[in-house]
């Protein structure tokens, strides 16, 4: 497969720590200009309930992601039952979502957008290693299923992204 024929699906998590850590666009703008790119490409897309996550704050991010062109996938009847597999395959999985905290609302439907378009998850999350841990995340999730996964970096890196310093 061509690396411009796969496509990978956003997590929350990459863009709010990027925009406000490694990324700002103040530093590194380029970033999300490339961003934009490979969502006018259709190689990368996130859904609809990662994109409420951030536009709920009113503030740059939320702004800047408003006038992306980014593609927001809204559910269907496929990513409702990839969502039923996702649940059926382990009952750990009902940890993927912090109800308690009212975080992490997006991480079972950026798994299933990704399973139903057949992308890469992109995201933040570590896996969780700890055999007695309660905690699940994303990569442990995507593993059960079969789905790839990358952090930010690994996922720079496959497309051949480089960014140039200079100084203002």
Aim: proline share 4%.
């Amino acid at each position: 497969m061509n690396i411009h024929d796969k496509k990978y699906c956003l997590d929350t998590n990459v863009l709010i720590q990027a925009w406000q850590k490694y990324y700002s666009p103040d530093i590194c703008p380029s970033y999300w200009v490339i961003l934009n790119s490979l969502g006018v490409d259709n190689i990368i897309f996130m859904p609809e309930q990662v994109y409420e996550e951030i536009v709920r704050t009113d503030d740059d991010l939320s702004k800047w992601l408003k006038s992306s062109q980014i593609p927001v996938k809204k559910m269907d009847e496929q990513v409702i039952e990839c969502l039923k597999d996702i649940y059926d395959a382990d009952p750990n999985h009902k940890y993927l979502v912090d109800n308690t905290k009212q975080r992490s609302l997006a991480d079972p439907w950026v798994i299933a957008h990704a399973m139903r378009e057949n992308a890469t998850v992109v995201t933040k999350e570590e896996k969780i290693t700890a055999v007695n841990s309660r905690k699940i995340r994303i990569p442990n999730v995507c593993e059960k299923m079969n789905v790839s996964w990358l952090n930010d970096f690994q996922f720079l890196m496959e497309l051949g992204v480089e960014f140039i310093c200079r100084r203002g």
